[in-house]
């Protein structure tokens, strides 16, 4: 019990880590490139408004970026503090993306920071120019090298296990950097990065109108980050279909808690809004849903791209199903118990030099690899995810997504049309919006990280095993230190911002 324990605090201090992490990160990744476009209008017209524009939202920037980068070095420590089993099985893969990130990435975006940021009048016009649009690139390359690291935990590619020093070896660095999921995963992660900037800008412009302060750098402000907000939107709505159809292919229990299927089926529909069933157990008849609304066919034909494909239910993978030629999780679990004694034969017999044997169960071990991390598992029941967790959160991401496509196609509308200032309500809507960016980006995380559980890499490490054994009562005390820290953190970065945007786009002159 007191393992269990420690593993579940584990993993809560690491999710309140992430969540924490990732209000900071999206506004750091778009937010960048509007300054960068909004500095590049003032370059090309010579319009000192535009100048004071681009050096307000750089201040809100610069805000941000500090304590975001605080809380992104805490969680990757927490790699080694609370998750050391899983650094040691795959620390030689996960660890190269993440060493790029550094040395490359974050070089970059951090060096040019300091000339973004204080080097108004100091250099060039083209040189700052330059030196914004290398930020922003920094960001997002950072962005790109540790969603590289998440997608190969979600699609572990590209490497071989050694039984000999029980770790996995990169194989293909190309075949991690460009695993299809982990591109997915970097463009639709961005893209929610980029709708939330635009959100931020919109809302916090409109609320300027709203008090009729500053108004035609609040208009300018407005029609950059509707613009931005739409195209980045309908982007967005692309690349989520784009990693649904990775999570089809690669994660097909995913899928199924995604859209609460059960029973699997052809011709599938998605559910556009449904109510389940909290007394749905796993192979009764029963129904999931109390109440749904279905769009038909749609989950084969953007699962499969085949409107009559068969999409698999939570009962068809854990129980089987022979004709669709689906094992039940069952035999997994078996034959994951088959690796995990061929690897202990195969160390006993090294100890012991006894070679025929260590090839007779290396053998037997790459033989039943794919489904090493089964053999931990209690039940076939273990390999389902939250259901409910993951259905809800997936569903209230796609439906505030498609609302931040109606915002700004409205917004930029009567912007365009110098009216925004009568539609008052539409203004207030912008506003209010800002906070939904960020519900809709953290709904999506909890989608592609719960909907993943147990597993903390896909078939290979369920979390259980990853974690460090640490006495949970250590884990408890830093879980409490951190939600105090990251709190603090996260006020006083709503108080500063607040602050400044109070002063005005003229605060800004003495950035």
């Known amino acids: 019990m007191e393992d269990l324990a420690s593993v579940d605090w584990s993993r809560a201090q690491f999710a309140l880590t992430a969540i924490y992490h990732f209000l900071f990160v999206p506004l750091t990744l778009g937010l960048s490139f509007i300054i960068a476009i909004m500095e590049s209008l003032y370059v090309r017209s010579g319009n000192e408004e535009w100048k004071r524009i681009t050096r307000f939202w750089m201040t809100l920037f610069g805000i941000n970026f500090a304590i975001g980068v605080a809380t992104g070095l805490i969680m990757e420590f927490e790699f080694g503090t609370n998750w050391a089993n899983y650094s040691w099985f795959v620390g030689d893969i996960f660890g190269a993306p993440l060493a790029v990130e550094g040395i490359l990435a974050f070089f970059l975006e951090a060096t040019f920071f300091a000339v973004m940021f204080f080097g108004w009048d100091r250099v060039s016009k083209g040189f700052h120019l330059l030196s914004t649009w290398l930020v922003a690139i920094g960001s997002n390359l950072s962005a790109f090298w540790i969603l590289v690291a998440n997608g190969w935990m979600q699609y572990p590619v590209g ?8 770790r996995n070896e990169m194989l293909s ?80 229990m995913k899928l199924a808690a995604m859209e609460g299927i059960y029973q699997g089926e052809h011709r599938a529909g998605i559910i556009a809004f449904g109510i389940l069933d909290p007394s749905k157990k796993i192979g009764d008849t029963k129904s999931p849903f109390l109440f749904d609304l279905e769009i038909p066919y749609a989950l084969s034909l953007l699962g499969h791209r085949d409107i009559d494909a068969f999409v698999p239910g939570i009962d068809d993978l854990v129980l089987g199903n022979e004709a669709k030629g689906i094992a039940p999780a ?41 489904d090493l991390g089964y053999g931990y598992l209690s039940s076939p029941e273990a390999t389902v995810p939250p259901v409910a967790l993951t259905f809800y959160s997936f569903h209230v991401m796609v439906a505030l997504g498609s609302w931040f496509i109606v915002l700004f196609l409205v917004v930029l509308y009567l912007s365009m049309a110098n009216e925004i200032e009568r539609f008052r309500k539409w203004l207030w809507l912008a506003l209010w919006s800002i906070p939904l960016g960020y519900v809709a980006a953290e709904a999506g995380w909890i989608v592609a990280e719960v909907g993943r559980q147990p597993w903390a890499i896909q078939d290979l490490m369920p979390v259980g095993i990853a974690a460090t054994n640490l006495a949970s009562v250590n884990v408890k005390i830093s879980f409490f230190m951190f939600a105090i820290l990251f709190t603090i953190l996260l006020i006083a970065e709503i108080k500063i911002m607040l602050k400044q945007i109070r002063l005005g786009f003229e605060g800004g002159r003495h950035v």
């Open 330 to 370: 069952s035999e997994r679990i078996a034959r994951g118990k088959e690796a995990l004694s061929a690897l202990k034969s195969f160390q006993e017999a090294k100890k012991e030099g006894d070679f025929a044997r260590m090839n007779q169960s290396k053998a037997l071990l790459e033989a039943n690899i794919k």
């Open 173 to 252: 660095f190309f075949d991690v950097a460009l695993s299809p999921v982990a591109i997915s995963k970097f463009l639709h992660t961005v893209a929610s990065g980029y709708v939330i900037s635009s959100l931020f800008v919109v809302g916090i412009s409109a609320w300027f109108i709203l008090r009729n302060r500053d108004f035609i750098m609040a208009k300018k402000s407005l029609v950059v980050g509707a613009s931005f907000g739409l195209i980045t939107s309908l982007f967005l709505a692309l690349t989520g279909d784009e990693s649904a159809y990775q999570v089809a292919q690669k994660q097909p």
């Open 159 to 166: 490497m071989r296990f050694n039984p000999e020093s029980v």
